[in-house]
């Protein structure tokens, strides 16, 4: 049980910390959804009826194949997602000591330690498939939360599996990932080197962040079709900068760790804004283009700078903040509530200028002075 | 060179760690001594405008945190235990810091070569070990025309060859074109004796000038 607890404290704590704010974002979102139906359903929707469509919902989930295809790639992606962090985790120069302790152990008692993590770290999914399985059970559809089950648990399976073997292999040497080895020839600067990071290190978070950040607003856009097509874009471009938070956050935490030293470098503070902005314009460059192709040139441009000095302003917050997830995540939803008033009154053409101007105020008088 | 701290104070959240009213220190090689934790490399972080404090540091009447270019052009810094991104290669971050610092492609190759570095500088980091890693942040400290170069622990990790290089860069460096240094050790610098040497110490959370 001593490994059970190490491995917890290190990769189970250790991911949910890292991830707090995409759940927090995702949870808050379904939330405010749910909240936003409410209101509207008041008069036409009695609790029976709510009850009723809320277990349709699930039931639809666990008898129709295709959306129970469709949660199995959910639980995939998330699977992949702890994968892709423990598999990262375990070769950090700090838990190197697993190399020579965790391996004197039986294979079949570090496999057992290392699928409880796993599990550990799947448990919103194992909830909802017990829940699942009780509403199943109940109406007579248990067969596809059964299966749920044994994909989960069989994906959990195979993610120990390697994790052991990955720990009973000697450490290997740096292998970097396919478009590090492709611009390996290229000049970086201070602008690419983050960037290159997320591709290096963080690449199915890129993925997931982006497919979040672009397919979101694009289903917004069917139910808000009535604004006013510079509202209605300016409210895309916050929630898909909202979306892009973890990366922003990553990206400090990065400079942080590994790019300290450029605070050593003589460069003008207004050169070293530029290149912020540089980086966090081509960090959005597909959000940029999805919003050329919905909305004309005028909203377009307005929206464009909403995302990219909301995105630069929340980069200048964590000049304040450090890496502290908790007031982070307090200043997205601030950040958010406040764009919603700035757009619901009709002034959302200044809410990009009011944000440029917010981040390199913050960044003038912070950058040299970080903790 | 002319390092002056006025009302220097540096605290992690509630805790004094460093404070030092008022010192000036002029050109020298110096020894920072003090024991582990007693903030020497708080103190030279200070100096290279990594982190904050409250007061001021000056360089030649620069301020460190108003007259940050300038005060940044004159004053290089190595670190104890130094952390770069694994993905780029010993070159990208010559280039990166000959860029920043206006060094010549002259002067990168003088110092790689005398490293003994040519042959793995286009590997990737992630594949160093610590003593390559360290060669490589002393020659990044070196790049450029300063007159303050910060060694935090240069000593450690590094073979008996390179040590060597490393005093005779040194010395070169201060008696052919005056750069002082801060070099923090918890072992006596093994420089030549006619050299002018000082010694600073980091003790109750302050730094006393020892007289020699």
Known sequence: MALTKILYKIFVKGFYKVHAGQLLFLFGTILTYLFYIQVLSDDHITTQETIFYNLSFILTIISSPILGALMMFVFLIFSLK???????????????????????????????????????????????????????????????????LVFVIGINLLCAFVY????????????????????????????????????????????????????????????????????????????????????????????????????????????????????????????????????????FLYSMLILISLSLCLKSILLIVSENMRPFLYTIFIALFLSVIFIQFGVSQFLGFIYLLTSYIIFYRKYFRQA | ?????????????????????????????????????????????????????????????FNSQRKTVEFRKLVNFAEAEPLFPEFLTGKDMVDLFAEAKNASSFQTEFYL???????????????????????????????????????????ITLDTDSLQILYKWIEKKYTEEGVSFLISSHQALDLDETLARKTLLVENRTLNLLEC
């Open chain 2, 113 to 155: 070569n005398e490293m003994k570095m040519q042959t793995y500088i286009n590997e990737p980091i992630g594949a160093y070990s610590s003593g390559m890693l360290k060669k490589l942040s002393l020659v990044l400290a070196f790049l450029g025309n300063p007159q303050l170069i910060l060694l935090d622990e240069p000593l």
């Open chain 1, 82 to 148: 702890s994968f892709n962090y423990i598999s990262a985790q375990i070769y950090q120069p700090t838990n190197f000591f697993l190399f020579y302790s965790a391996n004197s152990l039986s294979k079949s008692q570090q496999l057992k330690n290392w699928f409880i993590c796993q599990i550990l770290i799947s448990f919103p999914i194992i909830i909802y498939i017990l829940f699942s399985i009780i509403v199943g059970l109940v109406y007579g559809f248990y067969l596809l939360p059964l299966l749920f």
């Open chain 2, 1 to 61: 060179m002319q390092l002056s701290f006025t009302n220097y104070r540096k605290t992690f959240g509630a805790v004094e760690v460093l404070k030092i009213n008022n010192l000036y220190l002029d050109s020298s090689i110096y020894w920072v001594k003090g024991e582990n934790g007693s903030g020497k490399s708080t103190l030279l972080k200070s100096i290279a405008g990594i982190i904050n404090f409250e007061g001021e540091i000056k360089l030649n009447d």
């Open chain 1, 164 to 299: 052991t073997n990955l720990v009973n292999d000697p450490i290997k040497a740096y292998n970097s990932g396919i478009l590090v080895k492709f611009t390996r020839k290229w000049k970086k600067n201070l602008v690419s080197i983050p960037l290159l990071h997320l591709f290096d290190k963080q690449l199915i978070t890129l993925f997931i962040t982006k497919f979040i950040a672009v397919g979101l607003p694009i289903g917004l856009i069917e139910i808000l079709s009535d604004m006013n097509q510079v509202s209605l874009a300016a409210f895309i471009a916050v929630i898909m900068s909202v979306s892009n938070a973890v990366l922003i956050f990553e990206i400090y935490r990065f400079k942080r760790k590994y790019l300290s030293f450029a605070l050593n470098f003589p460069a003008k503070i207004s050169r070293t804004f530029l290149n912020w902005f540089l980086t966090i314009a081509t960090l959005l460059l597909p959000e940029i283009f999805i919003l050329k192709y919905i909305f004309h040139w005028e909203a």
